[in-house]
């Protein structure tokens, strides 16, 4: 079974600061997706990265993926408070595997 | 573009009650599709899946089943609602593996 462990689980900061949030696995996926969820409402994907290495930018979110295709980071520079919500990274296993794993989430708040 | 529909968006049952929830596709073609539910705000169980009219994979055991009638339509029912059973139920849709947008989302209160 693939796991994806997110950390911090929780993460409170004032408007302005930077931040990186960690989602790890001792598996490799074929791709890996980043959502931020929230209340009440479906995740939204913000970025799918495939290959190890690869580092995306939107904006002021900074997505990278290890290079052994095994764990990603989301970096948000200068946070707003626009930025709060759920973000949950999910795994692909890729080929005839259609099925995505998913993290538990970090829970951003930034505060005004 | 594509778009992605749940409804209803809330519902509240009683305890043996049947359920039906209806999630629909527009704007593409056999797309993959998957039933999850969410419990309280966190991380997403993935419940079922279908690649084709017909075809659906359960990914865990439970009282909850799921059809796909038509190629864009996927529904997910039980027969008789648990207390356990209430939570947010979220409908995706994958034009290929890995990639997954997700509905509106439906909040089941069982009471």
């Known amino acids: 079974t693939q796991l994806l462990e997110q950390s911090p689980q929780f993460l409170s900061i004032q408007e302005g600061e930077n931040l990186t949030v960690y989602c790890n696995s001792s598996?490799?996926?074929?791709?890996l997706q980043w959502y931020r969820q929230e209340p009440g409402e479906g995740p939204v994907l913000l970025v799918t990265?495939?290959?190890?290495?690869e580092v995306k930018k939107l904006k002021r979110l900074t997505f990278q993926f290890g290079d052994a295709r095994k764990d990603s980071s989301l970096h948000i520079t200068a946070a707003q408070p626009g930025d709060t919500g759920l973000y949950l990274c999910a795994g692909g296993g890729g080929g005839s595997n259609y099925k995505l794993t998913f993290g538990k989430g970090t829970l951003l708040t930034v505060n005004p | 573009s594509q778009t992605i529909h749940q409804w209803p968006a809330t519902l509240v049952q009683p305890v043996g009650s049947p359920l039906s929830l209806e999630c629909t596709v527009e704007?593409?073609?056999?797309?993959?599709l998957y039933w999850y539910r969410q419990a309280a705000g966190r991380g997403l169980q993935l419940l079922f899946y279908?690649?084709?009219?017909?075809?659906i994979s359960s990914e865990v055991p439970q009282n909850l089943s799921a059809s796909r009638p038509q190629d864009r339509q996927f529904i997910l029912s039980s027969k008789k609602l648990l207390l356990s059973d209430s939570g947010f139920y979220l409908c995706?849709?994958?034009?290929?593996?890995?990639?997954?947008?997700f509905g509106p989302g439906t909040r089941l209160t069982v009471t």
């Open positions: 279908s690649v084709g009219i017909g075809q």
């Open positions: 990265v495939v290959t190890g290495g």
């Open positions: 598996s490799v996926f074929s791709s």
């Open positions: 995706a849709w994958s034009p290929l593996g890995g990639v997954g947008y």
């Open positions: 704007g593409t073609s056999n797309p993959n």
